[in-house]
């Protein structure tokens, strides 16, 4: 095969992207790489997914046409890819994939049409028109079955859906239907023949007995009254598409299928078929429906579709903007390098199975696998050879007659012990990056490198330095970590490219490590005589606690929105990327424009209308068949506590608020929610698309009652 392409999902353009996202695209990357230095023309998409009713809601939130909604998003998409050199500058991606571009409407009609026609295995039409009815979650764009929704808790509410934990939209319509209960045989036959299609093998254990279990039809189009913002049904322009069903065949209209001037520009006949990464979320959509819809169109199949866990947080909860405990891009870029960040990605999650990220656990494992590890192996070879060997490549070579000098210091003087550990390593490195085993992989690497740190603490160079006839002892030991670390560089370029090019050239070497096939390598190809560049640190320390300071800091929530005003310049108004004036005093409040922005002013009497005062949570619980609200009991200095009912029961572990420290708005009106009286208001933030709430509180200590003015 010499040519070989790779595809990461397509993104739902309603929300800025996290971790879960970028981790997909870090993958692709990676494999993209590692092939590319094989000499293999490679390709890489990724892109976003810009139809349906969850972009088109998102969009009204925001009060954006779905169109500039897109085009808000992609434009983050870009400067985060570019961040962290992943965009085709970087030597990353090849295409960057718009579902609203004009080539991918052709191409999904046609597709579209060659389906139509198409009968299923079983002689039917593999594409009829019905009704449905069913409950359809917007943020998944697909309809939900009695065991993938939480029943609703109250008579008349919606049931929930169970990844989103949001209330279901009753669909009940005409609808064009694709018959994928026709393709249970075929596909049962695809995984038996080819069980490395859908990896790893757990996954396509799940994915074999959901088909078993039996497949239902498929609405694949919702009215153009109900869903507007979609490719629309050839032939039938009431009908818009399923979203999924155009945002699949994007793989295919990326490179130029129904598209002469794109097959011409990229090729759908050079590099279909591709390798499809996905988070085991999607699974099923990558591993029946798109075989399913392929078989119908007469297209030749994905080669593999890999699976990946998702990372979670520290506690193990999964990401998710509702909880509010995603890892935001710009964050994770003002603080880490791209290559920490790419290494810990690959080094901490077990490729398919889930995984946890803190910002700890990142700093833990850049300083101790990279700046004490491979930086310092890098640093102390480079240092020691500018120092005892004028700056150029030593002699590997020990002359027989100072063997038995140099066994007498414990040096090995037989070189194939250490090739063969080496050459060994690099192939148990190889196999695991095939098996996507990357965890493996690196581990693998990092045995190289304390297996060099060892021989060089155990040699002892600053001692042979000392020592005229071991000159060629001490030239042998640094020859063979400085031909370690060539090897290190070409192996870990597809994880850590911009570290394996700096150490690259730290070695005196020219040629770029992302044109060497790591299979090619031979021992001795550093050569003796030549000169070392210029040493320089490449993961410095990072200063753990400072550090954690400064996210803590940088992840406060804020009124206004900056890291998503300058995505787009002119996307946000005046007033929104205009910052508040300064602050004379905290407390003078008439001084202050508000936290969005707003000029409008009031008076100081105004304001003191309001009592605000401090208080302690006394006890708090859950409000029964009310998702949101929590009871409290708050001691504001009176003489009994206050019964407070606040709406942050979905943010807000009801035992994790006793004793903590709020501020009460005290005269207002007593109201009864739920048959409880709430007299007063907890102040909180609330902020992001769902209003996440954060409580005010007190970084000093107050006595319960105290005035806020
Ligand atoms: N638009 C669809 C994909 C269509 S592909 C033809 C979609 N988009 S998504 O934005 O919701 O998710 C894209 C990818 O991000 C999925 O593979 C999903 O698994 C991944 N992740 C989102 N959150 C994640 C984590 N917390 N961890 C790891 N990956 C996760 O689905």
Same mark, same amino acid.
Request: with cysteine.
């Given at each position: ?555 406060? +929530?804020?009124?206004? $929105?900056? /890291? =998503? !005003? @300058? &995505? *787009?310049? #002119? %996307? ?8 508040? +004036?300064?602050?004379? $005093?905290? /407390? =003078? !409040? @008439? &001084? *202050?424009? #508000? %936290? ?114």
């Amino acid at each position: 095969m010499t040519t070989f392409y790779v595809t990461t999902p397509i993104y739902y353009a309603n929300s800025l992207p996290h971790l879960g996202h970028l981790y997909t695209m870090i993958v692709a990357d990676t494999i993209a790489r590692a092939k590319r230095q094989r000499g293999i023309e490679t390709l890489f998409l990724t892109g976003t997914d810009e139809h349906g009713i969850n972009i088109e809601r998102a969009a009204q939130k925001a009060g954006r046409t779905p169109q500039e909604q897109a085009d808000y998003v992609v434009s983050y998409y870009k400067k985060m890819t570019a961040a962290f050199g992943l965009d085709g500058e970087h030597g990353g991606y090849d295409i960057f994939m718009r579902t609203t571009e004009p080539f991918h409407y052709q191409g999904v009609s046609e597709f579209w049409r060659r389906v139509a026609k198409a009968k299923t295995p079983k002689g039917n039409d593999a594409i009829y028109k019905g009704h449905y009815e069913g409950w359809f979650c917007a943020a998944c764009a697909a309809y939900k079955t009695e065991d993938e929704y939480q029943k609703p808790k109250s008579e008349g509410a919606a049931p929930t859906c169970l990844i989103h934990d949001t209330a279901l939209d009753r669909v009940s319509e005409e609808s064009y239907f694709f018959r994928l209960s026709d393709y249970d045989d075929a596909l049962l036959s695809l995984y038996d023949g080819r069980p490395d299609f859908v990896r790893p093998e757990s996954r396509n254990n799940e994915v074999m007995s959901f088909v078993r279990g039996g497949l239902q039809d498929l609405s694949v189009s919702r009215l153009r009254t109900s869903v507007s913002w979609g490719v629309p049904v050839p032939d039938d322009p009431d009908h818009t598409m399923y979203v999924w069903f155009d945002a699949l065949i994007n793989y295919i209209t990326a490179i130029g299928f129904g598209n002469e001037e794109r097959e011409r520009t990229f090729g759908f006949e050079k590099y279909w078929p591709a390798l499809h990464l996905v988070g085991k979320d999607i699974l099923r959509f990558h591993a029946v429906y798109w075989p399913a819809f392929l078989m119908a169109a007469g297209v030749e199949l994905p080669s593999a579709i890999m699976a990946h866990g998702m990372w979670l947080d520290p506690t193990g909860r999964k990401m998710s903007k509702t909880i509010g405990n995603t890892v935001e891009l710009d964050v994770l870029n003002r603080h880490f390098s791209v290559d920490a960040i790419r290494y810990f990605c690959l080094r901490e999650m077990v490729f398919g199975q889930d995984g946890r990220f803190g910002y700890e656990a990142l700093i833990d494992r850049a300083n101790s696998d990279l700046a004490s590890g491979l930086g310092n192996l890098s640093s102390r070879t480079l240092t020691m050879i500018s120092r005892y060997c004028e700056g150029q490549v030593p002699s590997g070579h020990i002359p027989e007659e100072k063997l038995l000098l140099a066994k007498r210091t414990g040096v090995d003087t037989d070189e194939t012990t250490v090739v063969g550990f080496i050459e060994h390593a690099r192939d148990q490195f190889l196999q695991h990056f095939e098996n996507f085993a990357f965890s493996r992989a690196l581990e693998v690497a990092w045995s190289v490198v304390a297996r060099v740190d060892k021989m060089i603490s155990d040699a002892k160079p600053w001692d042979l330095a000392k020592d005229e006839n071991q000159k060629q002892t001490l030239g042998a030991v640094l020859y063979r970590a400085a031909e370690s670390l060539r090897w290190l560089c070409v192996l870990l370029y597809p994880v850590m490219p911009e570290a394996s090019r700096s150490i690259w050239s730290q070695l005196g070497l020219t040629q770029s490590p992302a044109s060497i096939d790591p299979g090619q390598l031979k021992w001795g190809d550093l050569v003796e005589g030549e000169s070392i560049g210029e040493v320089k640190p490449i993961f410095p320390r990072i200063d753990k606690a400072k550090t954690m300071a400064e996210i803590e800091n940088d992840s406060q +929530p804020r009124g206004v $929105h900056l /890291t =998503e !005003a @300058d &995505a *787009v310049p #002119g %996307a946000a108004t005046q007033a929104e990327l205009k910052p508040p +004036p300064p602050m004379k $005093h905290a /407390t =003078e !409040a @008439d &001084a *202050v424009a #508000g %936290a969005e922005g707003l000029t409008t002013f009031i008076e100081i009497g105004d304001f003191s209308k309001v009592d605000l005062r401090a208080g302690e949570v006394l006890s708090a619980e859950r409000v029964p068949k009310a998702d949101k609200l929590l009871l409290l009991k708050i001691d504001i200095g009176e003489e009994k506590p206050r019964q407070v009912l606040a709406g942050i029961a979905q943010y807000y572990e009801p035992e994790k608020l006793i004793g903590r420290k709020v501020v009460v708005v005290a005269n207002l009106k007593p109201r009864k929610l739920r048959g409880f009286e709430s007299q007063g208001m907890v102040v909180a933030a609330s902020f992001g698309e769902e209003g996440r709430p954060v409580i005010a509180t007190f970084t000093e200590d107050v006595p319960n009652g105290a005035r806020l003015k």
